[in-house]
């Protein structure tokens, strides 16, 4: 027995059971159609655009001319370029660990230098209290000695006295401020 088998297509007319070519015809519109429509996109794409300064002075820009005078405006486009943005990109993240271990080392620079400062400070202030208590003692006391090596004190000379004392005097004005 012989058979014959008909299909109908999309159309709804007899195919003569080849409907591979009617399948190829439609894909070839879609594709076409496809084709059209990404034409139109890259038009809008390169589309036009139109600079004017109204009566009012406002500078005014648009896709198409609404004065006469408008004047189209030269774009330039380019692709973009995945390489350097990535080179720019790592450029940027190593510039910004060579500026942050900077800052953490100024950082560390300014913690010492601090400490330092305040040592200072406090030295000044241990020593300006002393040489206070020393020109108070010279002040207020008539007798003055000095130790020996061998644990016996040898009496200072009003001479020694005054000198020791303008010593003392010496030290407050370089100690305190």
């Known amino acids: 027995m012989n058979r014959s088998t008909t299909t109908y297509g999309f159309s709804?007319?007899?195919?003569?059971g080849n409907t591979a070519v009617n399948d190829k015809k439609t894909s070839?519109?879609?594709l076409l159609l496809a084709l059209a429509g990404g034409l139109i996109w890259a038009g809008a794409a390169t589309a036009q655009v139109y600079t004017w300064t109204d009566e009012q002075g406002i500078v005014h820009y648009a896709d198409m001319p609404d004065d006469e005078e408008a004047e189209m405006v030269a774009i330039e486009s380019r692709r973009t370029n995945p390489r350097q943005i990535e080179e720019e990109v790592t450029q940027d993240q190593a510039?910004?660990?060579v500026d942050n271990a900077v800052g953490r080392e100024q950082a560390e620079i300014?913690?010492?230098r601090n400490r330092i400062d305040a040592q200072n400070q406090a030295?000044?202030?241990d020593g300006c209290k002393r040489a206070r208590e020393a020109v108070t003692n010279y002040n207020t006391h008539r007798r003055f000695y000095k130790?020996?090596?061998n644990g016996?004190?040898?009496w200072m000379s009003e001479e020694e006295v005054a000198e020791a004392k303008a010593a003392a005097e010496q030290a407050v004005e370089q100690y305190c401020d």
């Open 152 to 154: 016996e004190r040898e």
């Open 12 to 16: 709804g007319r007899e195919s003569g």
């Open 110 to 112: 300014d913690a010492e």
């Open 95 to 97: 510039r910004r660990r």
């Open 123 to 125: 030295a000044r202030e």
């Open 28 to 30: 070839g519109n879609y």
């Open 147 to 149: 130790p020996l090596a």
